[in-house]
Nanobody
Framework: QVQLAESGGGLVQAGGSLRLSCAAS????????MGWFRQAPGKEREFVAA????????HYAGSVKGRFTISRDNAKNMVVLQMMSLKPEDTAVYYC???????????????WGQGTQVTVSS
């Protein structure tokens, strides 16, 4: 079992930045691929970014590439999503996720946090 807890969401103006953190706990949590997804009202949950357990491989959705950066600190069991140049269309609930295999498909991920709201005003 892996438990995930997100923090760092909030309200920001377009062009601004936010930093989301995800604290992971549980047995072998450091061995998992960690990811971020988001879900806007009325839309399906979509992939944002993911990072392998040792940080040697990352993957980003095209819509955030170049603006968002995912990183992890295994010593602290933390995953961070640094978001820059935010746009109103980035508004969503952001979820931290964990699984053994990297995938862009939400149903493939086993563990999820409760989510944190990010709102970008125009």
């Amino acid at each position: 079992q892996v438990q995930l807890a997100e923090s760092g969401g909030g309200l920001v103006q377009a062009g601004g930045s936010l930093r989301l953190s995800c604290a992971a706990s549980g047995r072998d949590s450091r061995d998992y691929v960690m990811g971020w997804f988001r879900q806007a009202p009325g839309k399906e949950r979509e992939f944002v970014a993911a990072i392998r357990w040792n940080g040697d491989a990352t993957h980003y959705a095209g819509s955030v590439k170049g603006r968002f950066t995912i990183s992890r600190d295994n010593a602290k069991n933390m995953v961070v999503l640094q978001m820059m140049s935010l746009k109103p269309e980035d508004t969503a609930v952001y979820y931290c996720s964990a699984d053994r295999v990297m995938s862009t498909m939400a149903p493939r991920w086993v563990y999820w946090g409760q989510g944190t709201q990010v709102t970008v005003s125009s």
